[in-house]
């Protein structure tokens, strides 16, 4: 029972966890002022006692004069002086002057020597002369060390108060006491050998030496841990005091090293559950030795982890705040390496760890950093974020993240960086996955009835069959109600988190950065969203294209969330959407045809629900004025477009095989085609024909030249002209990623032909024509006469 009190009395480890931080630091504080205002006054009190005793040294004892050595002249002097001064006292009263003498003989602390250390009333010494007494005062030669007094408690006797005192040897007792201390420090600096400074590879061998002695240090405290993490637990935290390395030379690399080692070592040690603290009921009952060492294990594990995210936060904010600690062991420009280290480990246990303790700790500290000014920083936090929303199966942490960055943003009056929004793309939510999940739960199990396991089974079979049907249905129960039930209630408020926060900015700020993510994000999820907004979302996405505030991008993520909206639940709302189709048809001619490509993959997509996939909505003047210019533009654009844009019409062309008539040059019907018209159902496109074709199919691309062919052909499935398989089977948008031309190469590779050698090699005559060599042999055969050149007439004519 001893025992047993004696351990409650100790604070346990818990206990030390609740202490306050806040109360720590002041009790430190105030420990600190305590032994400083203590030091101060006793130096006050140092300074004060060497001053009065340097005061009284410098006072050096007057020797006194022999009246027998004065000559008789200055005797003679000396007795007139104090004759002319004194009072005349044949003048006085013999009363009063037999007073005065009475006096003289009773005030004795007039005539009392206070040099002397007797009592006031001690008798006066008989035959004691001048001489005698100046003799026994101490003399100090010029060799010996000035000494100073310091004045120590008096001793009281019978004989009165007794003061004692202790010499002191004075270094120097002519200056004041601040040059006295400045000396003495400077004496001390002084005395300590001076260090021999090392040359530059003699500090680099010093300095490899020291960081593989860290590291050999590091190894093996973290190989002991992960041989028994059980056991060895305390080690972690001895591994977590290297943080606080304080050698100049290596504490930046070895706190680096010691970062992503606890990193790893938690991914490993850590269990695949929450721990939760003890409570104490379970605290006083009595349990195993395996229990206690596992609950032990359990405590030291969550302690030393939230203090390691505490060492991770504060590195962190020393880069932010960046002030210079007292210690000054780590530069202000190694606080920017620190923290990219610690974000970094903070994303990882981020990512490895949503189901333990502290993790929405991690996520409050790495949502600000999306939006932080560094570029790296932020992109870090973002894949993380993307990352952790990938694998996210349930939904818990994809929701606890969700709820933080909309109180951020909201908190920000929607002034954030765009990739923080568009972090909202990667969960995973889908209808048909939610669906699925639905209908294999409702989905009720057929059991055999009583009548026939009796014709089937005998009576054991009939009751282990009754034991696992209901161990099956316990499980159905358990695992429904556990997971997807869970699942779909995480998923609703994840989903009405993100569109709170959409719909906000686009009430608030549509002129923000951040409407293109918004856009974006509405056409992945306007399936999803609830058929009573529709009609309003519809509105203000019109209203925004119409302002003309938007660049081209930004109003395809409008047209194609429009038709997003209207592809699912929208399809029994009666609403026309033909200003979206206008709205493209119009802008097709503004798709970038430089080489960033901006925009083509969206409007594939865009073309893909708005025409095919609405198929039965769509006339056929519509399909054939949209595969006109579809064409047109194709000739404008890089490869890849052309051919995403092409595939894009073979569908067309498929899905309204009308369309072929476009192949034909005779017009149909009445009126000409006009192609400066912004409505693609009066434009009148059946009168005209893709002559667009003939010119693509001498591209310099070889895709482009072998669908050009293809679409001239009518499109068909078989024979020659027929697509290959890797083509036909495609979409539009995965043609135009697979023959993307980013990396700055041509896909496909240009093939070399290589030229034969010619056997003859042509000279001279062979080639000109045979006429002209005829000709040029008949003048070169003739015989040139000869004639006198006489150049005097033209230099007459010439001076005249």
């Not at 346990?12 to 504080?29: D, I, Y």
């Not at 061998?205 to 093996?220: G, M, P, S």
């Not at 027929?722 to 089977?729: D, G, H, M, Q």
């Amino acid at each position: 029972m001893k025992a047993r009190r004696n351990k409650k009395q100790v604070p346990s480890f818990r206990k030390l966890l609740k202490t306050s931080k806040v109360k720590l630091e002041n009790k430190l504080k105030n420990k600190q002022f305590k032994q400083q205002s203590s030091l101060k006054k006793y130096r006050k009190e140092q300074r004060k006692l060497r001053q009065a005793v340097k005061d009284a040294v410098s006072k050096n004892p007057i020797p006194l004069e022999d009246p027998k050595k004065i000559p008789p002249v200055k005797r003679l002097e000396k007795e007139e002086e104090e004759e002319e001064e004194a009072l005349p006292l044949d003048m006085m009263d013999e009363d009063d002057l037999q007073l005065m003498k009475d006096l003289g003989q009773r005030v004795s602390f007039l005539t009392r020597d206070l040099s002397s250390s007797e009592p006031v009333h001690a008798k006066k010494r008989k035959h004691e002369r001048i001489i005698d007494k100046y003799e026994k005062i101490p003399r100090t030669l010029q060799t010996a060390p000035e000494k100073e007094l310091i004045h120590l408690l008096p001793i009281k006797d019978k004989s009165g108060i007794i003061p004692q005192t202790r010499e002191k040897l004075v270094v120097n007792s002519n200056k004041d006491e601040e040059d006295q201390e400045e000396e003495l420090e400077l004496e001390e600096e002084t005395i300590e050998e001076p260090i021999r400074e090392l040359t530059i590879e003699e500090h680099l061998f010093e300095r490899k030496k020291k960081l593989q002695e860290k590291k050999i240090h590091i190894a093996t405290l973290a190989s002991a841990i992960l041989s028994d993490p059980e056991s060895n637990i305390k080690k972690l935290k001895e591994l977590r005091s290297l943080l606080m390395e304080q050698d100049p030379d290596v504490a930046v690399t070895v706190r680096k090293l010691v970062i992503i080692s606890l990193m790893e070592l938690f991914k490993d040690i850590t269990p695949s559950y929450k721990i939760r603290p003890l409570t104490e009921a379970e605290k006083s009952t009595k349990v195993r030795k395996e229990t206690q060492k596992l609950r032990e294990f359990e405590e030291g594990l969550v302690s030393q982890y939230k203090f390691y995210l505490e060492n991770l936060e504060q590195m962190v904010k020393d880069w932010k705040q960046r002030k210079l600690k007292k210690s000054n062991v780590v530069s202000l420009k190694a606080y920017r390496g620190l923290a990219q280290v610690a974000v970094k480990s903070l994303c990882e246990l981020l990512v490895a760890l949503p189901h333990f303790n502290f993790h929405n700790n991690i996520i409050v500290l790495i949502v600000p950093l999306m939006n932080d000014v560094s570029k790296s920083i932020s992109e870090m936090c973002c894949e993380a974020v993307k990352k952790l929303f990938k694998q996210d199966k349930l939904g818990q942490a994809s929701l606890g993240v969700i709820k933080v960055i909309s109180g951020f943003v909201k908190g920000r009056n929607y002034e954030v960086r765009p990739e923080m929004l568009k972090t909202f793309l990667c969960l995973r939510i889908k209808e048909v996955e939610l669906k699925k999940d639905t209908e294999d739960i409702n989905k009720p199990k057929k059991f055999m009835t009583f009548k026939e396991k009796r014709k089937t089974l005998s009576r054991m079979q009939r009751k282990w069959k009754k034991a696992e049907e209901k161990l099956e249905r316990e499980l159905r129960e358990a695992e429904a109600s556990e997971s997807t039930e869970k699942k779909l209630k995480l998923h609703t408020e994840t989903l009405n988190i993100v569109f709170v926060t959409y719909f906000r900015i686009l009430k608030k700020a549509q002129r923000s950065p951040l409407l293109p993510a918004v856009l974006e994000g509405l056409a992945k999820f306007a399936h999803l969203i609830n058929v009573e907004f529709f009609d309003d979302l519809l509105v203000v996405l019109h209203t925004l294209i119409e302002s003309g505030d938007l660049s081209y991008q930004e109003s395809l993520h409008c047209v194609q969330t429009a038709f997003y909206i209207l592809s699912g639940q929208g399809d029994v709302l009666n609403i026309d959407p033909m200003k979206f189709y206008t709205h493209l048809y119009k802008t097709l001619f503004k798709l970038h045809a430089g080489a960033t490509n901006e925009g083509v993959e969206t409007l594939l997509q865009c073309l893909d629900v708005m025409l095919t996939k609405r198929r039965k909505q769509v006339s056929q003047q519509r399909a054939l004025a949209f595969i006109k210019r579809l064409c047109t533009v194709a000739l404008q654009v890089l490869p890849n477009s052309s051919i995403g844009l092409l595939a894009t019409t073979r569908t067309l062309m498929h899905t309204f095989p009308k369309t072929d008539l476009l192949l034909d040059s005779d017009s149909q019907g009445s009126g000409i085609f006009l192609p400066e018209l912004d409505e693609p159902e009066y434009c009148n496109a059946q009168n005209t024909a893709l002559w667009e074709l003939h010119a693509l199919r001498g591209h310099y691309h070889p895709i482009v030249q072998r669908f050009a062919a293809h679409l001239l052909a009518g499109a068909p499935s078989e024979g020659s002209e027929a697509l290959k398989p890797e083509l036909s089977r495609r979409s539009a948008v995965e043609l135009f990623e697979t023959y993307s031309m980013a990396a700055m190469t041509f896909n496909p590779p240009v093939e070399f032909s290589n030229s034969k050698r010619k056997d003859k090699v042509l000279q001279g005559e062979s080639f000109l024509n045979e006429d002209l060599n005829q000709l040029i042999r008949k003048h070169c055969n003739e015989v040139a006469t000869q004639s006198s050149l006489d150049f005097t007439k033209y230099l007459k004519t010439s001076l005249k």
